[in-house]
Nanobody, 124 residues
Framework: QVQLVESGGGLVQAGGSLRLSCATS????????MGWFRQAPGKEREFVAA????????LCANSVKGRFTISRDNVKNTVYLQMNILKPEDTAVYYC?????????????????WGKGTLVTVSS
């Protein structure tokens, strides 16, 4: 019904930048918010950022606030995560998420659709 495909992951040195993309397809008419989660090896999946599809509302985790920025392009049906001043602790598989609202997809239980993930590795 709804497909989310992440891209843009890779290897970067600490202090560097990377931009992730999440392309959406399928029946997305009822998708009102998009977001990003991440899961590091041996750790739980955690919320990173979310944005309403209109772009009017954004939410960001304290761990990345001031360094990461979420945005969207409705023409391309794509949401982005610009990651700056990357740290080794940012290393994780990053997952695109979609749901009914920014508040709903800020929690794992509230996410309706998931991408397969893209790996970000930050070296020290």
């Amino acid at each position: 019904q709804v497909q989310l495909v992440e891209s843009g992951g890779g290897l970067v040195q600490a202090g560097g930048s990377l931009r992730l993309s999440c392309a959406t397809s399928g029946r997305t008419l009822n998708i009102y918010a998009m977001g990003w989660f991440r899961q590091a090896p041996g750790k739980e999946r955690e919320f990173v950022a979310a944005i309403s599809w209109s772009g009017g509302t954004t939410l960001c985790a304290n761990s990345v606030k001031g360094r990461f920025t979420i945005s969207r392009d409705n023409v391309k049906n794509t949401v982005y995560l610009q990651m700056n001043i990357l740290k080794p602790e940012d290393t994780a598989v990053y997952y695109c998420a979609a749901g009914e609202s920014t508040g709903t997809i800020a929690t794992y239980e509230g996410v309706q659709y998931w991408g397969k993930g893209t790996l970000v590795t930050v070296s020290s």
